[in-house]
């Protein structure tokens, strides 16, 4: 009964959602936006290989990588859309 009291009980991770991390998103949707073709599509490659090292470097599971990577580029890709749509409206408003 005395060895349980010091048995480490499993532990889990819990990382700060990408999601969340609002200057990052706003960062890469603006890169995005600059970029065309090629360019864009190695941006983006390189910028989400790089946040799924560092969420696996941290313990993250793979499953919870993945889950997080598809979360920030849905929240990227909502970022893109509001911009365009902030122009338009700017746009609109000129004419």
């Known amino acids: 009964m ?5 048995a480490q009980k499993p532990c889990t991770l819990n990382v700060f959602p990408l999601t969340h991390r609002r200057e990052l998103v706003l960062q890469a949707a603006i890169a995005l936006d600059r970029l065309h073709g090629p360019s864009a599509d190695q941006y983006w490659i390189s910028q989400c290989r790089s946040l799924a090292s560092q969420l696996s470097a941290l313990g993250c599971p793979e499953d919870r990588v993945r889950v997080e990577i598809m979360a920030f580029q849905e929240a990227v890709l909502s970022t893109l859309v509001d911009m365009q749509t902030d122009l338009t409206a700017q746009i609109v408003m000129r004419a």
Do not use: E, K
């Open 2 to 6: 005395q060895a349980n009291l010091y």
